[in-house]
């Protein structure tokens, strides 16, 4: 168990709908970093926060938006669904700001269907 | 652009024999290194990972890699994989040290060890 949380599990969902994944770093982490898993992409880094601002974007497209709340607690929303959004989003929180040297702890993800 | 290659999809082995997993990038400047390791419905773990100094690198559960400059790799190794080390390992790179740096995965080798 590495300390981050996430849910739910399993999200089915039809196209066109709109859902939010939550993440929940651990104790003392201040960034959250989200990333999907597809099988034709791989794994890719999508945002990064740290303490409740933008610090980096990856490849995470424009009906996808994220946040992190002063709690430190991250929301990621993926609106207009497509097929092709299916995927595990994993998210992962690391104690600085730095993805060279802070180790990042993942969690379990979010297994996303869109029908 | 940026990219990590791992030559193999998906390796075979039987218990005790030795592993040697791929990894090349491409990127001239400094870099950091990764080896995650995902366990069948587990989440991602780091294995190891190399910032500076010593290339040669030991991790966790007796894996090492080598960082190898002029061929711009990365290799993980273990001498004697067991059955538990059936898994999928993802190879990452971090270009620079910015706090912006943005983290790049390999497209994954799935490990299949016989007992």
């Known amino acids: 168990d590495s300390g981050v949380t996430q849910t739910p599990k399993h999200l089915i969902t039809a196209t066109g709908q709109r859902v939010t994944l939550r993440c929940s770093p651990r104790?003392?982490?201040?960034?959250v970093y989200w990333y999907q898993q597809s099988l034709d992409q791989g794994l890719q880094f999508l945002i990064q926060?740290?303490?409740?601002?933008?610090?980096a974007k990856g490849n995470i497209l424009e009906r996808f938006s994220a946040q992190q709340f002063p709690d430190l607690h991250s929301e990621l929303n993926l609106s207009s669904l497509e097929l092709g959004d299916s995927a595990l989003y994993f998210c992962?929180?690391?104690?600085?700001?730095?993805?060279?040297?802070?180790?990042?702890?993942f969690g379990p993800g979010t297994r996303l269907t869109v029908l | 652009a940026q990219s990590v290659s791992q030559h193999n999809h998906h390796v075979i082995l039987s218990e005790a024999a030795s592993l040697e997993l791929g990894c090349n990038y491409s990127y001239g400047g400094t870099v950091n290194l990764f080896w995650y390791v995902q366990y069948p419905g587990q989440h991602l773990q780091l294995l190891l990972k190399?910032?500076?100094?010593?290339?040669l690198v030991k991790g966790i559960k007796g894996f090492e890699a080598e960082f190898i400059k002029s061929k711009f790799s990365f290799n993980l190794r273990k001498p004697s994989v067991q059955w538990s080390d059936t898994a999928e390992y993802f190879c990452a790179v971090i270009p620079g040290y910015s706090s912006a740096s943005k983290i790049i995965f390999g497209s994954g080798t799935r490990l299949s060890i016989r007992p």
């Open positions: 992962a929180s690391s104690v600085g700001l730095a993805p060279a040297t802070d180790t990042q702890y």
């Open positions: 104790s003392g982490d201040l960034s």
């Open positions: 190399y910032f500076s100094g010593d290339p």
């Open positions: 926060y740290y303490n409740g601002e933008e610090r």
